[in-house]
């Protein structure tokens, strides 16, 4: 009864690998995002989705590219694979976007060799 | 835009000390305030929230008031444990934004 979960949670791989992380949440929520946390512990916002439809995209290589295949799954594909990548990749959810509360998966600890 | 600026770590303590991290935040409008816990090797966690001035989120007896006229959020708890021991950020959501804002972390470690 995990209400966002996340898999793999590790993932390690070569550099110039191609990998994909997926994301569910059965909360019934219209909103996810993908959240990077890097190793001082900063978290930034890669993504956002409601309904199925973009609505953040931040400064992100063009590498990453999330597909949301309906309102309750959002993966996460990542291209071509750097160093720089390794981190932890968090996936969210929320009922809407704005004011709401997000909840969190676990994590994806992603190291790129 | 809007931001959170939370109070630089580490944060080191004895058990049964009391705990404050401050937290102020820059928005326009009125935005929902959080805290939420980070334990180690895990995601984060809902700590605690209050979505309009002067109210008081609580849980697992951690405290925070949404103090529109100093725009903070500080999180406080009277007797801090082992257990609490993890990194709490403090975060903001508006309607002018699609994303969480998050403060940089705080890591609290408890000693016994």
């Known amino acids: 009864d995990t209400a966002v979960s996340q898999t793999p949670k590790y993932l390690v791989t070569q550099m110039g690998n191609d990998k994909s992380i997926k994301c569910e949440q059965n909360?019934?929520?219209?909103?996810m995002y993908w959240y990077k946390q890097d190793s001082k512990k900063f978290l930034k916002i890669m993504f956002s989705?409601?309904?199925?439809?973009?609505?953040i995209n931040e400064t992100v290589p063009n590498r990453f590219s999330p597909k949301s295949p309906d309102k309750a799954h959002l993966n996460l594909h990542i291209n071509s694979l750097e160093l720089g990548d390794s981190a932890v990749y968090f996936c969210?959810?929320?009922?809407?976007?704005?004011?709401?509360?997000?909840?969190f998966g676990p994590g994806t600890r992603l190291l790129v060799l | 835009g809007d931001s959170v600026t939370q109070m630089e770590g580490p944060v080191t303590l004895s058990e049964e000390a009391f705990l404050t991290i401050n937290c102020t935040y820059t928005?326009?409008?009125?935005?929902?305030l959080f805290w939420y816990v980070q334990y180690p090797g895990e995601g984060l966690q809902l700590l605690l929230k209050?979505?309009?001035?002067?109210d008081k989120g609580s849980n697992k007896g951690f405290e925070a008031t949404y103090r529109k006229e100093t725009t903070s959020f500080h999180l406080e708890k009277g007797s801090v444990q082992v257990s609490d021991s993890a990194v709490y950020f403090c975060?903001?959501?508006?309607?002018?934004?699609?994303?969480?804002?998050f403060g940089a972390g705080t890591r609290l470690t408890v000693k016994p």
């Open positions: 975060a903001l959501a508006s309607y002018n934004n699609n994303d969480m804002r």
């Open positions: 928005a326009t409008g009125y935005p929902s």
């Open positions: 209050a979505t309009k001035a002067d």
């Open positions: 969210a959810s929320s009922q809407g976007g704005g004011r709401e509360t997000q909840y």
């Open positions: 989705y409601n309904n199925k439809e973009l609505i």
């Open positions: 909360l019934g929520h219209d909103t």
